[in-house]
């Protein structure tokens, strides 16, 4: 019989703790269990392995990620929504590094693509407001994807060594990707 309180739910927010304390790579379903104080075995109850932990793990960040996306991004356009979308990624990939490390890689089951299509969507939502031609979008897509993935990976890791203010930096790569962006808008047809 499961233990009371303890649900598919409670193992996956414990295993998101875990992450973002340790690393991703670091989550077992032996430290999770000592996280919520039962035996390891009690928890597959409520998860079959440790890949299906993982994949929950998934989920759950990018739902939260997601959210945050179109939270931050909701009744902006153009370079307002694309500052927003930003700052809101930074901070959930600064503010939970190991959650979002779960994202990386995992590509299975219907609960994380949805979730996953969410993030994506609010990403496309915040390109339509540079109307970027329908035969560019995926490439402006994976690019505003990966260079904030990429920022905040770097600042995760302490990988900013300069004298320069890494909020200065992050605020002049959104000028950077907005002067692209604008520069790669379909332009009105000349008359």
């Given amino acids: 019989m499961p233990r009371a309180g303890l649900d598919r739910a409670t193992v996956v927010a414990a295993a998101a703790e875990l992450a973002d304390e340790r690393g991703f790579g670091q989550v077992t379903m032996r430290l999770v269990a000592e996280r ?9 109850k409520h998860i079959d392995s440790l890949a299906e932990l993982h994949q929950n793990l998934a989920t759950l960040a990018a739902t939260e990620l997601g959210d945050a996306l179109r939270d931050a991004t ?14 809101a990624m930074r901070s959930y990939l600064t503010g939970h590094p190991g959650r979002y490390a779960a994202t990386i890689g995992i ?7 949805a979730a996953s299509a969410r993030v994506i969507e609010s990403l496309g939502a915040v390109l339509r407001g540079y109307r970027i031609a329908p035969a560019d ?22 990988g900013f060594q300069w004298n320069a203010d890494t909020d200065q930096s992050f605020e002049w790569l959104i ?5 692209g962006l604008s520069q790669k808008s379909l332009s009105p047809k000349p008359i």
């Fill in 107 to 113: 590509f299975t089951g219907p609960e994380l693509g």
């Fill in 175 to 179: 000028d950077f990707l907005d002067r």
């Fill in 36 to 44: 919520l104080g039962v035996r390891t075995p009690s928890l597959y």
């Fill in 137 to 158: 979008r995926t490439h402006a897509l994976r690019t505003l994807r990966s260079t904030l993935h990429g920022f905040a990976t770097i600042q995760n890791a302490a």
């Fill in 74 to 87: 909701q009744g902006y356009a153009g370079r307002d929504a694309l500052a927003a979308a930003a700052r």
